[in-house]
């Protein structure tokens, strides 16, 4: 199971965190990704991040704003979210895999939390 | 990035139906791909990956095939249940990408 919140409304420029909490399989042995779903749009990759934390990936609109991280002692995934602007708006779902060398699709999918950005 | 290409964008099939999705890549993916089933309001769920591997748990009405550019995803006869948006991914290169989706309506 992977739980995320942290979401919210947030103004453009601001910041959020977003913690996922995983449990029910072995988290520090999963690649672990994060993918987005603007309303009533698309599924859009954000990042990715290594079992050891070693090997991080970004889309580009996100590179430099938004940053991935996981704390394995607590089975804990993160987004920091930095200069948010309104195309950011979305549901933010947490999701195991997404890993390379053919490990890159998504198996298990937390239920997404709301981010938007507006004044 | 590789752009997804899915095709039809919408779909109206009658339960009991063998319906077909195509997805395209603007460059081979070898077999890096995989098929995802969104419902409203609900995470999307993994049915196949490695192009025609089908995920634990998924029904076996479900059936991917292809390589290269051109995939297809089959359901060889329609549920209730499958009436749903579905997604193909590449994860052959980053930045990882998604089809604009197909939405599987009720005739």
Request: glycine share 12%; net charge positive.
């Amino acid at each position: 199971q992977l739980v995320e919140s942290g979401g919210g409304l947030v103004q453009p420029g601001g910041s959020l965190k977003l913690p996922c909490v995983a449990s029910g399989f072995t988290f520090s042995s999963s690649w672990m990704s994060w993918v987005r779903q603007a309303p009533g749009k698309g599924l859009e990759w954000v990042a990715n991040i290594k079992q050891d934390g070693s090997d991080k990936y970004y889309v580009d609109s996100v590179k430099g704003r938004f940053t991935i991280s996981r704390d394995n002692a607590k089975n804990s995934l993160y987004l920091q979210m930095n200069s948010l602007r309104a195309e950011d708006t979305a549901v933010y779902y947490c999701a195991s895999g997404g890993g390379s060398y053919g490990g890159g699709y998504f198996d298990y999918w937390g239920q997404g939390i709301l981010v938007t950005v507006s004044s | 990035d590789i752009q997804m290409t899915q095709s039809p964008s919408t779909l109206s099939a009658s339960v009991g139906d063998r319906v077909t999705i195509t997805c395209r890549a603007s460059r081979s993916v070898g077999s890096w791909l995989a098929w995802y089933q969104q419902k409203p309001g609900k995470a999307p769920n993994l049915l196949i990956y490695k192009a025609s591997s089908l995920e634990s748990g998924v029904p076996s009405r479900f059936s991917g095939s292809g390589s290269g550019t051109e995939f297809t995803l089959t359901i060889s006869s329609l549920q209730p249940d499958d009436f749903a948006t579905y997604y193909c991914q590449q994860y052959n290169s980053y930045s990882y990408t998604f089809g604009q989706g197909t939405k599987l309506e009720i005739k």
